[in-house]
């Protein structure tokens, strides 16, 4: 039987990437997204036309039962659990924090810290070889905001992502005697659409002089990142970080 891995936010971007090489590796993927249905069936498409397997999820990382629904269906489809990818992610329209309302707090850590924890427990529930699962790996996808703060663009986001990472670090403790390892990846600024969120489309261009390889990621380069904690190299590797970040 297939090893089955959760990507959540895997229809563009870094999760879509990340599926396709977990595919590549063997795995059956749930492919998550929240509205780009076709995008996400296009994933889909590529990872079955490739002899792989994978089903598309709609879930809304914003609420609790869509992602019971979405473990649920991964249960009635595949049957088993072996790995989630925490990969959703938004941010808003560059701020200071004089314009930064709790509303818009609130929809930034419900999609990456609550959302995230949530899915953790989903699958250490399902995992854990304390309660006959057969073990796993958690890969938490963060942001090297979490470290340098992102002042002027979004610091709500960037909190989130500090989160983020404590979550990766006390969970991977709380787990590693149940067979389940948990890391982070920490991407520096990768060319998505992620950036267009934040009302500056163009942004990695703009800032790719301040990376020290001097130009902005690739989607691709992360997703080997996060799939080398799935590889047996990362056998002893919990409550890591990996950054992606061009040396940033
Ligand atoms: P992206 O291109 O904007 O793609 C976002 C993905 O997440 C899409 O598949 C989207 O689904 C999905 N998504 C958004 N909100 C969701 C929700 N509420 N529920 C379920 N799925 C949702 O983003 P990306 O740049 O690949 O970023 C992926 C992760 O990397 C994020 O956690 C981000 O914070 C992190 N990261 C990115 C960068 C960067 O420079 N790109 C840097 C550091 C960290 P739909 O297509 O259905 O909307």
Known sequence: MEKVMIVTGASRGIGAATALLAAQRGYAVC???KQNAQAAQDVVAQIESGGGQAIAVRADMAVESDILALFAAVDERFGRL???VNNAGILERQATLRDIDSARL???LEVNVVAPFTCCREAVRRMSTRDGGQGGVIVNVSSMAARLGSAGEYIDYAASKGALDTLT?????EVAAEGIRVNAVRPGVIDTEIHASGGEPGRVERVKHSVPLG????AEEVAGAIMWFFSPEAAYSTGAFLDVSGGK
């Open 169 to 173: 670090v006390g969970l991977a403790r």
């Open 82 to 84: 072996d790995g989630l």
């Open 106 to 108: 609130r929809r930034i």
């Open 215 to 218: 130009r902005g990621g690739k």
């Open 31 to 33: 492919v998550n997204y």
